[in-house]
């Protein structure tokens, strides 16, 4: 793919020179002899990389290179001069100039210049591209009730500098909702920094919150930065966050104290501006009375709580996401688009969905997969989420004149997955919370029917 280069001097022996190097490398190279050349020329070049010139008549290079950028933020701008004073170098640079290249020009030195910022380019528009993209793949989907009052909340909170508490059952999205937290805030160009407290072993959490210097354990061949310094001016999600030891948990309260802290290994202290946004599955006030989590740092966190309902709490969203995740899947497979009969919808909707949205997402993958037509039927929804459809919903009593031993199994099924969704479906701790032990349960699960989702 050809790139253009704009070259801006006033001295044609540079402008001959340079525009017949740049074009022996593969280069389209445009000129100007002016800054005002330049400002008006830069639309129809559609440059990659400005060689602009400091001294030129008129508006000189420090002006033309705000001008261009005022245009076009992204736009690379090497400054060159033969006699430019340190402090107009650092003015440039300042206004975002990506480099300063002294005449005589080195032209090895000027083409791998051009190389990196070629490259700085267009890592600037992938990154633009998927900003966009992401923003349109992740959101919150629906009109109901429920998620319109979540993106009240959103709204109010995401601006302010407060700590946020996200709390709902897997699945529910609860990153979707800090990152739109992150959308809606003052550090929105900042960086969103994830970190899945229950996924990082207990040994390596501290390193891979604060970071390490060189061999501060073994394995630690070189320094690393950790992620409350890569979320430094952005969001830092920490998910999962009941699952973090009381060790950790008292040192991720004094960072959110003092905004301080030490990397693993070293004594230097490093301040941080973090905005933190916190998830859980669990009922903290719960782990707090057990002795499994700190009073102090739950409300430190919990300035802002916001509560995830769960996908059977708003049924009437189902349409629209399940549709939503068909056409996503569809365009991922770059297949011909597929069709959905409302039939499917009063099935999906009659199903109490324990795994949420993202098990809703499962099953509308699944059934793209398998579907041999271009329209998906009731008969293609799966034959577990079919077969509980016409059983009482959530919350819900058996009708009467049903049978004492159906009813109590109806009761025992509802029962155990209200328990096994609230633990994230890890059946030894639902095990625990329902005073069985594990064999009994896996037994009971396999009676009633009960499918654990794979993911």
Not at 109 to 120: D, F, G, N, P, W
Not at 304 to 333: G, K, N, Q, S, T
């Amino acid at each position: 793919m050809s790139r253009t280069i704009l070259v801006v001097d006033d001295e044609e022996s540079i402008l001959v020179s340079l525009r017949g190097a740049l074009e022996d490398e593969g280069y389209e190279v445009a000129v100007a002899r002016s800054g005002e050349e330049a400002v008006e020329g830069v639309d129809a070049a559609d440059p990659d990389v400005v060689i602009l010139d400091v001294w030129l008549p008129g508006m000189d290079g420090v002006e033309t290179l705000q001008r261009l950028r005022e245009k076009d933020p992204d736009l690379p701008v090497l400054m060159m001069s033969g006699h430019a004073t340190i402090e107009t170098a650092v003015k440039a640079t300042k206004l975002g100039a990506y480099d300063f290249i002294e005449k005589p020009l080195n032209l090895d030195k000027l083409l791998l210049t051009i190389e990196h910022a070629v490259h700085a380019r267009r890592l600037a528009e992938e990154n633009r591209y998927w900003r966009e993209r992401w923003g349109r793949t992740h959101e919150l989907i629906g009109e109901s009730r429920a998620i319109q009052e979540l993106r009240d909340q959103i709204r109010v909170v995401g601006p302010t500098r407060a700590s946020v508490l996200i709390t709902g059952e897997n699945g529910t999205g609860k990153e979707l909702v800090a990152r739109a937290v992150h959308r809606a805030s003052r550090r929105k160009d900042g960086p969103f920094v994830e970190v899945n407290c229950a996924a990082i072993p207990e040994d390596l959490i501290e390193s891979e919150l604060f970071g390490h210097e060189k061999g501060a354990f073994t394995g630690a061949a070189a320094r690393r930065r950790g992620k409350f310094d890569l979320a430094d001016g952005g969001t830092l999600f920490l998910d999962e966050i009941g699952d973090m030891s009381l060790k950790t948990q008292a040192k991720i309260l004094r960072v959110l104290q003092e905004m301080r802290f030490e990397r693993v290994g070293g004594t230097k202290t490093h301040e941080v501006d973090v905005r933190i946004i916190a998830a859980t599955n669990k009922a903290l006030e719960a782990e707090i009375r057990e002795g499994r989590f700190r009073e102090d740092l739950f409300y430190r966190l919990n300035v802002v709580p916001i509560e995830v309902p769960p996908l059977r709490e708003r049924v009437e969203d189902i349409p629209m996401l399940f549709r939503h995740f068909v056409r996503e899947y569809c365009a991922e497979e770059n297949r011909e688009p597929v069709e959905v009969d409302e039939g499917v919808f009063e099935v999906l909707q009659g199903y109490p969905w324990p795994g949420n949205v993202r098990e809703l997402k499962n099953v509308a993958e699944r059934m793209v997969i398998l579907c041999r037509s271009d329209r998906l039927t009731p008969d293609d929804v799966p034959p577990a989420v079919r077969g509980r459809t016409h059983e009482p919903r959530a919350g819900d009593l058996p009708e009467p004149g049903l049978g004492l031993r159906k009813a109590r199994r109806l009761f025992e099924r509802e029962y155990i997955t209200r328990h096994l969704a609230a633990a994230g479906w890890n059946v030894p701790q639902a095990a625990e919370a329902l005073g069985l032990d594990r064999s009994s349960l896996y037994k009971k699960l396999k009676e009633l029917g009960i499918e654990v989702p794979s993911s």
